[in-house]
Every structure is written in structure tokens, then in C-alpha cells.
């Protein structure tokens, strides 16, 4: 990608996180520290979706910083990759109070946000991390028979998007049979690079 290509979407995802944390309608904003819009490369091949900020994301207004951030640095460390090197965001742009599910208004609020960020960034591969991220987009998928697989949807304004299903970290963490199915399914992403890079030349 040029430089100035590079340089356009940066100065488009800044102001739209900007505009993010102050005109977000999004309840969630009355209980949580700030927002937390995503974090990494504008112009990265690959565009990872979480759930919602926890505890130490809404204090540092950066996504996966935690414990779960710390087994995904390690997986994209497993494939040659850095935090620099990929865009992470999550469906809910605010902690949800206790952690707890964020409910369909609040995903529904945020989502618009959301969308812009895929429209600028326009990522090679979408990778959901659990399922409310993949439910999102799928509504009719089970994360248990659908991770480790890749699906395209048509977006109405826009190009046609690919996206991977992962468990997701947090979950996986102190669970060792999903924790390592993870890893394996982690493993797959430079391949599936590799298969959608033509399509875009
Ligand atoms: N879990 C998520 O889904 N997102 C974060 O940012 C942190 C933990």
C-alpha cells in the first residue's frame, strides 16, 4: 500500500475515534472511564474483533491489555506478527459495568462506529475473537462448529469482507483443550493470508 494511501486512512480512523468517545450514544458511556476505540496499524491486512473492554482496557483506553491481550500477543508472536502489524477493536466500544454481556442496544449503538472502522481500514482478513464478535456479523453460528473457519459476507456499501472465527482468548486462557485449539486455529492465519492476497492484486 503507498504512502499516501497509508497516511488517508491513518488521519480517518484518528478522527473517527475522536468522534467516537464524544458523540457515541452508547449507555455504557454513562458508567465506564472512557472509550476505548481500537488500537494498532490503519493499514494492516488483518482486522481482529473482540468483545468489550474490561477493567484494565477502560483504564487505558487500549484494547486486550490484560491478561487475555498477553495470550494474543504470544499467538500473533507464534505467526511472525506484532500489535504493530494488525488493527484491534472490539464490537463495544465501552466497558460493560462488571464485565458482564454486552446486551443487543449497546451492541447495536456501537456498531455504527464499528463499521466505519472496517470501511476505512478495509482488511485483507476479519478475525472475530469469540463468539458475540462472530454472532455480530453471523448471527446464526455456533463458535463451537465454526471456529477455525472462514466466512465472506457482502457488505451494502462496500466490498465483500472475509472473515475467521476464533475462540476467544479470555476464554481459552484456563481452559487447556480450547486453549490449544485456539493456537492450532491461530496458526492458520498466514496461510489464509497468503490465499487472499491475489484476490486483492
Ligand atoms: N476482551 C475483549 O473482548 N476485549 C478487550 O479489549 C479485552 C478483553
Not at 487447556?176 to 491475489?198: S, Y
Amino acid at each position: 500500500m503507498n504512502d499516501a494511501v497509508s497516511d488517508i486512512k491513518k488521519r480517518l480512523l484518528l478522527d473517527l475515534n475522536g468522534r467516537m468517545s464524544e458523540d457515541c450514544v452508547c449507555s455504557l458511556r454513562r458508567t465506564a472511564t472512557q472509550a476505548v476505540p481500537g488500537a494498532g496499524n490503519a493499514s494492516a491486512e488483518v482486522l481482529f474483533i473482540g468483545e468489550a473492554p474490561g477493567k484494565n482496557e477502560d483504564l487505558q483506553g487500549v484494547p486486550f491489555v490484560g491478561a487475555a491481550g498477553k495470550f494474543l500477543d504470544e499467538m500473533l508472536d507464534s505467526i511472525g506478527m506484532r500489535r504493530d502489524d494488525i488493527y484491534i477493536t472490539n464490537i463495544v466500544k465501552y466497558r460493560p459495568p462488571d464485565n458482564r454481556d454486552p446486551l443487543p442496544e449497546e451492541i447495536r449503538d456501537c456498531s455504527e462506529w464499528l463499521h466505519e472502522q472496517i470501511g476505512i481500514i478495509d482488511p485483507l482478513l476479519i478475525v472475530t475473537l469469540g463468539r458475540h464478535a462472530m454472532n455480530h456479523f453471523f448471527p446464526d453460528l455456533r463458535i463451537s462448529e465454526s471456529h477455525g473457519k472462514a466466512f465472506r459476507r457482502e457488505f451494502p456499501q462496500g466490498r465483500a469482507q472475509v472473515f475467521y472465527a476464533l475462540y476467544h482468548p479470555a476464554a481459552a486462557l484456563y481452559n487447556g483443550g480450547m486453549r490449544e485449539t485456539l493456537k492450532q486455529d491461530f496458526l492458520r492465519i498466514p496461510a489464509l493470508l497468503r490465499k487472499l492476497r491475489p484476490e486483492r492484486e
